[in-house]
């Protein structure tokens, strides 16, 4: 045998299992994968000190494709998180003429049958002239660009 086929031989099955890896990993990911979030599933939105209200409200105004259903046992999926305010100091409006807050906001989407949470997002606005209404509006966009299209 001739180095050429050996080298052949040696490589053509290395090659075929890389072209079966690259395909395997090149197929579309399933709308149906516990990571996934169809449109049109049911959401539940845990208390979060207020700011839940803001939350719905935003997932309402950005057309967000979910169903907000206020009994837990009835969800597909629930959202958790927290935020935070920081009225502007004294300091910020004297020398920068500067009144908005700064906003922080967390949420987690988390199917409820597996437990495993399936998308996660936090929010920071240095300079928010609407507060917790201009960070959840944030999550509500980042939340929709994640849900599954039909």
């Not at 052949?8 to 395909?23: E, K, Q, S, T």
């Not at 494709?65 to 409006?93: H, R, Y």
């Not at 987690?108 to 959840?136: Q, R």
């Amino acid at each position: 045998m001739t180095v050429t086929r050996r080298i052949v031989f040696c490589v053509a099955p290395l090659m075929a299992l890389c072209l079966v890896v690259c395909a395997g990993a090149a197929q579309a990911p399933d709308v149906h994968s516990s990571t996934a979030i169809p449109a049109g599933s049911k959401v539940y939105v845990a208390p979060m000190d207020g700011f839940e209200t803001f939350l719905k409200a935003a997932l309402e105004k950005k057309e967000v494709p979910l169903v907000v259903v206020e009994d837990k046992d009835k969800a597909d999926f629930e959202i958790t998180g927290a935020s935070s305010s920081q009225k502007a100091s004294a300091a910020k409006k004297i020398i920068m003429l500067n009144w908005h807050s700064r906003e922080e906001a967390s949420i987690n989407v988390a199917n409820i049958k597996t437990g495993e949470i399936v998308f996660a997002y936090s929010a920071h606005k240095e300079s928010s002239a609407h507060g917790k209404k201009s960070s959840a509006e944030a999550c509500a966009k980042h939340l929709k660009d994640k849900i599954s299209k039909k």
